[in-house]
């Protein structure tokens, strides 16, 4: 075949919609019964909306941008994200103003241009929701509610929430510093990128796919001193912080989500601070997240916006279904529906078969016809393959007396009738 999908880029098939239009509309009714709105933004942005954001040194905006400059010269990027795109709406139309704490929802293709493998593409699709302007710790507890919530509802059952602090912006400063006097004496043996990030931003080093640098960082938090009361962590948590993340997590046993906070990572975007958590499932081998989140209390600022909190998760759809248990195979549909109008070849009646079919398709009757002048043995054949309830026989005859040969196909009785008595047998 001469044309194919691009690499790490697929298409949906009737077969597979079933599924994603299920798991669609039921991520868009939870994330509205926690009282969310649907927000839908281009696919194409500026592309500083993610350098800013996302950050210039972090493998999103280094590697994996599809970015590329218009004939106006406008440097553009098919969004990687959504929380970014997100905000930037939030302040594009006056949110803060109007409304100040939002909560919104998103659902669409992201892109990134990684190495595809199962559970990793090029074009994959995310949900997710945001709620800007509150620093109060119940909204983390809010959104990992709503994403452990939504990821349950979909057939994920098995899945771990892992969640940590990252600490607010002083805490990373002092954890960075702790964490580099700690990995000082290994950095050659870190791997390229870990080298690179260990000036750039040290803490990626913890979110690195190589064994041996997750090792050595993991002994290095694991060397530095523990904060009482808390889980093994790499920032070094202020009072505050240490309050907020006691909060989301007694919020999260009061609203009976589990949560394991034993392990020690960072998420590898710029802008968190605070909360941040993974959802992980055993059905997905090395891609293993399916869904990922946190707080972010400095993006609004940053994009130009007044000093708010926010914090929000996305989930991928394609992850998702891998990880979901399968579900009860769609049952073919055995009940027959619909007409089918057939012609009976060399009748020269196109145009009012055609009306018939319009007439049927207006009043809600599924409705197929032939175009192609085959035989009425053909014609049947396709109706019985398509499931049609009536086979509308639509000859010269029929026309000149204003009326249609029903049969039914199930019954296997046929009738002729007056058009209208006919429109009426098929309605109910
Ligand atoms: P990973 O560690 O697997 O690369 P990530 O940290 O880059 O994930 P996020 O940016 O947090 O992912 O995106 C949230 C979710 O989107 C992920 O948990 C995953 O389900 C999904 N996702 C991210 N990248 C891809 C991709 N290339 N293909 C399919 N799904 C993806
Ligand atoms: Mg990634």
Not at 150 to 167: F, I, K
Not at 402 to 422: I, N, Y
Request: charged content about 25%; overall charge neutral; glycine content about 8%.
């Amino acid at each position: 075949m001469p044309f194919q999908t691009l690499r790490g880029t697929t298409d949906l098939l009737a077969h597979d919609l079933t599924s994603w239009r299920r798991l669609e509309s039921s991520a868009l009714q939870i994330a509205q019964r926690y009282g969310y709105q649907e927000l839908r933004t281009p696919v194409m942005e500026d592309a500083a909306l993610f350098l800013r954001s996302v950050g210039e040194t972090t493998d999103i905006v280094q590697k994996e941008m599809f970015r590329f400059t218009d004939r106006g010269g406008h440097d553009i990027v098919l969004r990687p994200e959504g929380t970014a795109p997100v905000v930037r709406a939030y302040l594009q139309h006056h949110l803060h103003k109007t409304e100040g704490f939002a909560k919104l929802f998103y659902l669409g293709p992201m892109f990134r241009a990684e190495r595809p493998q199962a559970g990793r593409l090029r074009q994959f699709h995310q949900f997710g929701a945001e709620a800007i302007g509150s620093v109060s710790p119940w909204v983390d507890v809010e959104i990992i509610t709503l994403c452990v919530h939504t990821l349950l509802e979909s057939g994920v059952a098995d899945a771990t929430v892992w969640l940590a602090s990252m600490g607010c912006r002083d805490d990373q400063a002092r954890g960075a510093q702790h964490l580099k006097d700690r990995l000082a004496p290994h950095r050659a043996t870190l791997c390229e990128d870990c080298q690179n990030r260990f000036d750039r931003n040290i803490f990626r080093v913890l979110d690195c796919k190589q064994p041996g640098c997750h090792a050595l960082a993991q002994d290095a938090v694991n060397s530095l001193e523990r904060q009482p009361g808390l889980p093994p962590t790499p920032f070094a948590l202020c009072e505050a912080c240490v309050a907020h993340f006691d909060t989301v997590r007694h919020g999260l046993n009061t609203a009976g989500i589990a949560f394991d906070d034993a392990h020690v990572f960072a998420r590898g975007l710029d802008y968190y601070t605070r909360t941040v958590f993974e959802v992980r499932s055993p059905r997905l081998g090395a891609q293993d997240a399916v869904a990922a989140g946190g707080r972010y209390d400095h993006l609004v600022e940053e994009f130009g916006g007044p000093s708010l909190g926010a914090c929000g998760f996305a989930a991928g759809i394609e992850r998702v279904l891998l990880a979901a248990r399968p579900v009860d195979p769609v049952p073919v549909a055995t009940a027959r529906a619909g007409v089918y109008v057939a012609i009976p070849p060399k009748s020269n009646v196109m145009s009012e078969a055609f009306r018939l079919a319009q007439r049927l398709r207006q009043q809600g009757t599924r409705t197929t016809m032939d175009y192609d002048g085959r035989s009425l043995k053909a014609q049947f054949r396709e109706a019985d393959q398509l499931h049609c309830q009536v086979v509308a026989i639509l000859g010269e005859q029929e026309v000149n007396a204003g009326s249609v040969t029903m049969k039914d196909l199930a019954g296997g009785e046929q009738r002729t009738l007056p058009l209208d008595d006919f429109m009426k047998a098929v309605a109910a």
